[in-house]
């Protein structure tokens, strides 16, 4: 059905579609419409059979995920940002016991200073926590890759995050298509645990494991991961079979065909970062555009395809390392080894800073000339006066 | 000790931990079988080849806890645990110790998990199948607290029963927020002026959890099973956030012989410095009058975490932890009868 709504309704919409037993919730800007939807929801009566907890912290609110799903209940919470972090300890606990939550993160910055506006420092901070990592780029695909989410988790036994851009999506009235609850019930069967909390025959979960295990036990999660690599595509024809969409999926090229250049991205910036390739490519310049819809497990091959043919991959992403520069980058960078592709790194939009045609075009601009990694839109004259003044100070303590 | 997957009930041939003489513990002046630990087909929650060390109370007080709330539930029962000692000598990999559904998740959230269980059973609509959650006093008392707080408030069908060894064990006798004034720990050594650890206002979780408002609230001590088997027989009758503290002595942290668990245990009651109440709604509503009292100095003497309150100059710290006590007694209107309280 057509709705005009804004993008954290949506969601809250579309896992209720799923039918999750367990909602667990902690407010954070942005993603706080996303749970109050739900809990209207489940309050109305319209969600049934759910229990909506209202939770002391952000670790509370994975921890109760970590226990109901281990006993067997459909799973759900959202955060973004601080609490991301605040729910950290908990966030690494429910990956390695193969626990199939699904969270969707309204991606903000990770302060200090404080900022309430989008980047990906949240996602790429539990980077390495085991779960699945998926970006959308419209309010479309958070509806239709939450659904696919839940059956990803619970096919794999692996929980899974939903990146939506802060405001940029959760805030944004668009016209989306709210699937019906019989398509969704087609394909999203009901939450069969592999294994399960269960007086009638107990499991211990959650035990200590010394050296002569670990590195197996990770290997494990790896092993699910690159699995994940096969399930993410088969269940986007499964949802396009269905929903008549195509949603998800590993990576997606703009245009069919190679290219000289080749932008790599995530997230919504994609919407921005097409139309300055359309204008380009009106112009005769050999370019494409292609986005990373599953971050982890990193698309290597998939990625390889997608810019194959290219003599120059620009990564252009909302996260950043100090002491080192773009995180995506690297990712792409050890993806690419091999192939003679040469990877430029490109930071923008951190802290909520506008990614704006104009700026992408200076992108493509700069291409020829850039080394080391390149922050679009950044203000020289402070930054210069500040290290200046900095460094005063500094060279004294030296 | 068994594999991964456990069945229960399993039934036991032999009455382990039976006990003789007259200052015995589970069966004391009664009829064998009085007790569920006299009983052979107690559940038997804890195996034994854990790898707790001799004489650990907090070994004793999980299992008498968690196989009277098995008995009580009729085997529908999830147990969930805080990291810490109980946790990691019952199940190091690749065995387990536990008769019963059993997940730990992390140091601090053991009530949030145990949450999100108990929601979790109710809208599968298995409202027969009980939660408990468990730790030490580190992980419920100091880290846990917020998640304790909010299950709490909640009123989540939870018991939470916290075993209070006084100090961290796990991670080799740290002091907690339990940690009593003077007690010599690995972060409050008997050095300085001010020898142990410092006497500060402390924290009676008892207390914070009554003021929840919470159905009930207990305080139980590992001399006295069966007075800890009723409490928590009587925790799983009732339904909602319940709360049971354990005293439970720790012979590696506190330096005393593991054969005397139960006699240091029973000196603690008996001086006044571990009241045992009841409270429900907030409220008081029993206490355990002490028998036979005696002075603070019989019970810290025996442990090696006091040694420095016995030496020249420290009298002082004597006569604080004795006022502590006092001030139990008064409080909670601890003795018999008031000719009993001289001590000897
Ligand atoms: C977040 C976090 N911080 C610290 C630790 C290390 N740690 C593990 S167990 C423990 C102490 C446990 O003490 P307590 O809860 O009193 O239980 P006990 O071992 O005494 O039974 C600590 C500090 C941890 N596991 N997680
Ligand atoms: S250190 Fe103390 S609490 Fe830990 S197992 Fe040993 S006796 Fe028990």
């Known amino acids: ?398 | 000790m068994q594999s991964q997957i456990l069945h229960f009930p399993a039934k036991e041939a032999v009455i382990k931990h039976q006990q003789t003489g007259d200052l015995t513990i589970s069966n004391r002046l009664s009829e064998v079988g009085d007790s569920l630990q006299g009983k052979t087909d107690r559940p038997n929650s804890l195996d034994s080849g854990h790898r707790a060390c001799q004489g650990c109370g907090e070994a004793l007080g999980a299992r008498h806890a968690i196989d009277t709330a098995l008995d009580a539930t009729d085997g529908e029962l999830i147990v969930v645990n805080a990291t810490g000692c109980l946790e990691v000598f019952s199940t190091p990999y690749p065995e387990s110790a536990w008769r019963t559904p059993w997940l730990h998740s992390l140091f601090g959230n053991a009530a949030a998990v145990a949450s999100g269980i108990a929601q979790s059973m109710k809208i599968q609509r298995k409202d027969n199948v009980r939660v408990i959650a468990q730790g030490g006093d580190g992980g419920t008392t100091d880290i846990g607290m917020g998640c304790l707080s909010g299950m709490f408030e909640r009123n989540e069908d939870v018991l939470y029963i916290c075993y209070n060894n006084e100090a961290y064990m796990n991670t080799g006798v740290q002091r907690s927020s339990q940690t009593p004034g003077a007690a010599r720990t690995a972060t409050t050594m008997p050095v300085g002026e001010h020898p142990g650890n410092h006497f500060g206002i402390g924290k009676s979780v008892p207390k914070i959890a009554m003021a929840h408002g919470i159905p009930y609230v207990a305080t139980a001590n590992i001399c006295n099973p069966r007075d800890l088997e009723a409490k928590v027989r009587k925790a799983m009758s009732i339904r909602g956030a319940r709360y049971i503290e354990v005293f439970v002595p720790c012979p590696l942290g506190w330096g005393t012989a593991s054969c005397d668990t139960i006699k240091v245990a029973r000196q603690a009651h008996n001086c006044g410095l571990t009241p045992l109440y009841e409270a429900e709604y907030g409220q008081v509503t029993a206490v355990s009058k002490i028998a036979c009292p005696e002075p603070v100095k019989a019970y810290l003497k025996s442990q090696r975490r006091f040694a420095h309150v016995f030496k020249k100059g420290n009298e002082h710290q004597l006569e604080a932890i004795q006022a502590i006590a006092d001030a139990n007694i008064k409080a909670f209107d601890l003795l018999e009868n008031p000719l009993q309280g001289e001590r000897v």
């Open chain 1, 1 to 398: 059905m057509l709705k005009q709504m804004d993008g954290s309704y949506a969601v809250g919409e579309a896992v209720a579609l799923c039918r999750p037993q367990v909602v667990s919730c902690y407010p954070i800007t942005p993603q706080t419409h996303i749970v109050e939807s739900l809990g209207k929801l489940v309050k109305s009566g319209e969600l049934a059979d759910c229990s909506f907890m209202n939770m002391e912290s952000e670790f509370g609110a994975m921890s109760a995920c970590i226990g109901s799903s281990a006993a067997g209940s459909r799973t759900y919470t959202a955060t973004s940002s601080q609490g991301m972090l605040f729910m950290a300890e908990a966030v690494y606990n429910a990956s390695g016991m193969g626990l199939p939550i699904v969270m969707t993160v309204g991606n903000r910055a990770v302060g200090s200073p404080l900022n309430i506006w989008n980047d990906h420092s949240d996602a790429m901070s539990v980077r390495d926590a085991g779960w699945i990592q998926l970006f959308v780029e419209n309010n479309q695909q958070s509806i239709d890759v939450h659904i696919q989410a839940f059956r990803l988790a619970e096919s794999l036994g692996l929980p899974v995050m939903v990146n939506m851009d802060g405001f940029i999506l959760t805030h944004a009235y668009v016209r989306v298509d709210m699937p019906e609850q019989e398509q969704v019930d087609r394909f999203l069967p009901p939450f069969q645990p592999f294994q399960k909390l269960d007086p009638q025959d107990p499991v211990t979960m959650g035990a200590l494991v010394g050296p002569e295990a670990f590195t197996e036990v990770r290997m494990l999660a790896h092993k699910r991961m690159e699995r994940a690599l096969e399930v993410i595509p088969a269940q986007m024809e499964a949802f396009a079979n269905i929903f008549g969409r195509d949603s998800g999926g590993l990576v997606k090229k703009h245009y069919e065909g190679e290219a000289d250049t080749v932008l790599v991205t995530m997230g919504s910036v994609i919407g921005t970062a097409k139309e300055v390739v359309n204008e380009l490519r009106d112009q005769g310049e050999s370019i494409n555009a292609v986005t990373l819809r599953t971050y982890r497990p990193f698309p290597t091959e998939a990625l390889k395809e997608a810019v194959n043919g290219a003599k120059r991959v620009v990564v252009l992403e909302k996260s950043f390392t100090p002491g080192m520069g773009g995180i995506v980058y690297q990712d792409v960078v050890a993806a690419l080894a091999g192939t003679g592709i040469e990877v430029q790194s490109v930071i923008a939009g951190l802290g909520g800073r506008p990614v704006t045609r104009k700026s992408i075009r200076t992108l493509f601009a700069g291409c020829d000339q850039r080394t080391g990694f390149e922050v679009l839109d950044l203000d020289h004259a402070t930054l210069d006066r500040e290290v200046t003044r900095e460094s005063a100070v500094l060279d004294r303590i030296i």
